[in-house]
T-cell receptor
Framework: QKEVEQDPGPLSVPEGAIVSLNCTYS??????FMWYRQYSRKGPELLMY??SSGNKEDGRFTAQVDKSSKYISLFIRDSQPSDSATYLC?????????WGAGTKLIIKP | DVKVTQSSRYLVKRTGEKVFLECVQD?????MFWYRQDPGLGLRLIYF???????EKGDIPEGYSVSREKKERFSLILESASTNQTSMYLC???????????????FGPGTRLTVL
């Protein structure tokens, strides 16, 4: 079993829809959870991070961690075509990050 | 504006060639990383360096070596390229790791390497 599991998609939704992206992880000791966004032909960029459990909101984006279920989510409200990208979850483990496979998201105008 | 640059965006090499990929960061970061990214597999760590001349193996170091002679520069070397090393290679840097911090990694644009 991989330490971090993420469905690679693609996930295609119409503009304006609420998007839910998810990852599961195996080690209950993890504390820092991140979402990176990667546009085509670019490197990933940090979108949001969360420490321990709970929610964090930034504009249209909400990151959520459920440590009891070992489940992390990224919600995008009022999705826009410019949100089309690959979204990677990453979890800090000692000195490195453990990455999900990345979900390719397509927002159709 | 923080910046990580990689020497080439696209490279085509032949099996058995020695390949050098270079990465430079201008943020005075201690940590530098080399990853490869393949569809459905996410980012896999090849090597990591936390200081000049220091290196640590990641998850998939076989067939690769690295060099860090200056703080800002981290090179990835494929001693004898093989077709299964065709991939996207991403370099990243971050501040020295702290247990009480998420330690954001900053990425370059990637090098798409094709080995024929």
């Amino acid at each position: 079993q991989k330490e971090v599991e993420q469905d690679p998609g693609p996930l295609s939704v119409p503009e304006g829809a609420i998007v839910s992206l998810n990852c599961t992880y195996s080690n209950s000791a993890f504390q820092y959870f991140m979402w990176y966004r990667q546009y085509s032909r670019k490197g990933p960029e940090l979108l949001m991070y969360t420490y321990s459990s709970g929610n964090k909101e930034d504009g249209r984006f909400t990151a959520q961690v459920d440590k009891s279920s070992k489940y992390i989510s990224l919600f995008i409200r009022d999705s826009q075509p410019s949100d089309s990208a690959t979204y990677l979850c990453a979890i800090k483990s000692n000195y490195q990050l453990i990455w999900g496979a990345g979900t390719k998201l397509i927002i159709k105008p | 504006d923080v910046k990580v640059t990689q020497s080439s965006r696209y490279l085509v090499k032949r099996t058995g060639e020695k390949v050098f990929l270079e990465c430079v960061q201008d943020m005075d970061h201690e940590n530098m990383f080399w990853y490869r990214q393949d569809p459905g597999l996410g980012l896999r760590l090849i090597y990591f360096s936390y200081d000049v001349k220091m290196k640590e193996k990641g998850d998939i170091p076989e067939g690769y070596s690295v060099s860090r002679e200056k703080k800002e520069r981290f090179s990835l070397i494929l001693e004898s390229a093989s077709t299964n090393q065709t991939s996207m290679y991403l370099c990243a840097s971050s501040l020295l790791t702290r247990t009480d911090h998420y330690n954001e990694q900053f990425f370059g644009p990637g090098t798409r390497l094709t080995v024929l």
